[in-house]
């Protein structure tokens, strides 16, 4: 597509709920990031991808944050257990290789509300 | 581990002001990139400017100008003659080479008055 398309655009869900997030970044971008902005803060490293494997997902805040890109396109980031704490808008990224390399391009970004 | 410092939590100005907002960063590296973003209220976060760190060479592009300093690991942003659409949150962000990922700082919220 043209741009990093985030789904869904809103989620609200209940205290202890699984909830799966999607990323679908601009095509052929081979790295992908994901980000978490609180309220009133700069967005929070999670976890990136180079390909399909995990380059570095030291910001994945615990266990219950789990994310994959099984085929090095589409992400989904997913969470187990939800916590009203989790609640904060999830943005997705992806950058290329070439010149521009290292340039992210954001997503709209999912909110996420924790009830 | 890299940091970043924007000292200006929010500035008011007039539009057609020129509007400088400030950067601070920490880094380990001894080369890296620097970023500018801006956070319109839709929210999706835009690319502006990118600098590497071998180059202090300030540039311009239309409006938008920025000053950076490795001596005092500073880079500032101008917006000459603002206008209301300029209107956004702004974030400095370091990055080590390649496709790693940005440090944030909390941003400055520019408001640009009519």
């Known amino acids: 597509g043209a741009g990093v398309s985030q789904t869904p655009s809103n989620k609200v869900t209940e205290k202890g709920k699984y909830v799966e997030l999607r990323c679908d970044p601009i095509?052929?971008?081979?790295?992908l990031y994901w980000y978490r902005q609180s309220l009133g803060q700069g967005p929070e490293f999670l976890i990136y991808?180079?390909?399909?494997?995990?380059?570095?997902d030291s910001g994945l805040p615990n266990d219950r944050f789990f994310a994959v890109r099984p085929e090095g396109s589409v992400s989904t980031l997913k969470i187990q257990r939800t916590e009203r704490g989790d609640s904060a808008v999830y943005l997705c990224?992806?950058?290329?290789?070439?010149?521009?390399?290292?340039?992210?391009?954001f997503g709209a970004g999912t909110r996420l509300s924790v009830l | 581990a890299q940091k970043v410092t924007q000292a200006q939590t929010e500035i008011s100005v007039v539009e057609k002001e020129d509007v400088t907002l400030d950067c601070v960063y920490e880094?380990?590296?001894?080369?890296?990139?620097l970023f500018w973003y801006k956070q319109p209220p839709s929210g999706e976060l835009v690319f502006l400017i990118r600098?590497?760190?071998?180059?202090?060479q300030n540039e311009i592009s239309g409006r938008y100008s920025w000053n950076f300093q490795k001596s005092t690991s500073s880079f500032n942003f101008t917006i000459t003659a603002s206008q209301v659409v300029d209107s956004a949150v702004y974030f400095c962000?370091?990055?080590?080479?390649?496709?790693?990922?940005?440090?944030f700082g909390k941003g400055t919220r520019l408001s640009v008055i009519a």
């Open positions: 990224a992806s950058s290329s290789d070439g010149e521009t390399g290292n340039i992210q391009y």
């Open positions: 095509s052929g971008h081979t790295a």
């Open positions: 991808f180079q390909g399909t494997g995990a380059a570095d």
């Open positions: 880094t380990r590296d001894t080369t890296y990139y």
């Open positions: 600098r590497n760190s071998f180059d202090e």
């Open positions: 962000a370091p990055a080590r080479g390649g496709n790693t990922p940005l440090v």
